[in-house]
């Protein structure tokens, strides 16, 4: 690898939330939410790194055969089911779990064979308005799939618009539709609650809704919650991403810095070149003042991000140096500060990284 940008991956991290996550919710299991490449970080490794792990959520069937083809054995759940009937077969070839949240799929399931044995997460919803049965239709639903002979199991699913604000009254309100309408049906075993609500919502993994929490972003050790709280503060960032400073030059007050001269030097200044763009899933609507870490010491980001490189601010960083490590997140610069200075959320930082980082796995 002769391009010094990369994403490291610590494993150890990755197992220290999960255990963060069983932690806040002892009257439940936990599925790993591993979807869309584990955010990022790479699904097959780090569903091998986790062999104590309940079980594993993905979003949909190709990304749970390439674990079950990399030899993960753990239930992994579909969470939003299967698009298609024909992807049937294979869920009940691979002991998968699925969601269901239309009527579609159950006429669906009720033309398999009989000898086949889902296990189903009917999906209500709640309040979100994005996916799920309506309270109203929810117990009907739940009463067609407890009489079929292909259905062996159902949970009750629901998911959370805004977990991440404990101000809001909106989950609260979403828990009471779920109280109301569970009431009356029989099995009780519930999955509500995402990374933000097994931190900040015990009520919605209460021994009343005991069964499975569905952290995902938490794992990964970018905190969820708009302010943070004593469990959240324990996480532990599981990628930091460096580069190196390829190339340095002074440059005069007055003068620019990078694509349509955007940012425009104050005084003198020392500029770093790092190796990272957004080809390698760095934002380029990144803003000037951007926190990067140069050999531990914190600068920012000066210019507009280009496809390979970006610059940086190494003025008051006398002895940084070609060969310099620049950190963009991680450990030290929390991927929440960046994505604050981006306009948006650690989630589209983690997925966007692109397959030229190469990605580096300890244990
Ligand atoms: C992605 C996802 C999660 C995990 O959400 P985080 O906010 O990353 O914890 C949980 N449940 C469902 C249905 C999801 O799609």
Redesign the pocket.
């Known amino acids: 690898m002769a391009r010094p940008t990369k994403a490291s991956i610590d494993l150890a991290a990755f197992r220290h939330n999960y255990r963060v996550a069983k932690a806040q919710s002892p009257n439940s299991k936990a599925v790993a ?1 591993i ?1 869309a490449d584990a955010y990022g970080h790479g699904a097959v490794k780090l569903a091998h790194s986790l062999s104590e792990a309940d079980a594993f ?1 993905v ?1 949909c069937i190709e990304e749970a055969i390439e674990l079950r083809e990399a030899g993960i054995k753990q239930p992994i759940l579909l ?1 939003e089911g299967f698009f298609e009937a024909s992807e049937l077969e294979l869920i009940q070839r691979h002991h998968l779990w699925t969601a269901l949240h239309s009527q579609h799929q159950i006429e669906a399931i009720k033309r398999q064979p009989e000898s086949y044995n889902f296990n189903v997460w009917l999906k209500l919803d709640s309040g979100m308005h994005r996916l799920g049965f309506s309270p109203q239709d929810y117990p009907s639903a739940f009463e067609q799939l407890s009489e079929l002979p292909q259905v062996d199991n159902i949970v009750h699913m629901t ?1 959370f618009a805004c977990a991440d604000e404990l101000d809001k009254s909106m989950t609260q309100s979403q828990l009471k539709t779920c109280k109301a309408t569970l009431a009356q049906l029989k099995t009780q075993t519930s999955s509500f609650a ?3 609500a097994t931190l900040a919502h015990p009520s919605s993994h209460s021994e009343q809704f005991s069964g499975y929490t ?5 794992l990964y050790g970018a905190d ?1 919650l708009l302010h943070p709280n004593s469990a959240s503060k324990q996480l532990i960032p599981v990628m930091t991403l460096t580069s190196k400073i390829i190339a340095i030059r002074e440059v005069k007050a007055q003068e620019s810095v990078g694509y349509g001269e955007r940012y425009r030097c104050e005084r003198n200044m020392k500029i770093g070149t790092v190796a990272i763009g957004y080809a390698d899933g760095y934002p380029r609507h990144a803003k000037d003042g951007t926190p990067v870490m140069v050999d531990g010491i914190r600068t920012q980001l000066v210019g507009r991000v280009s496809m390979d490189m970006l610059t940086v601010d190494l003025t008051d960083i006398p002895n940084a140096d070609i060969g310099s490590t620049v950190e963009l997140w991680g450990k030290n610069v929390k991927s929440a500060e960046v994505a604050h200075c981006c306009d948006t959320i650690p ?1 589209t930082l983690f997925t966007g990284i692109t397959r030229r980082v190469y990605k580096e796995y300890s244990e």
């Open positions: 939410i979807k959520g979003a969470l998911h995402n990374s933000a569905r952290p995902g972003i938490m969820p989630y």
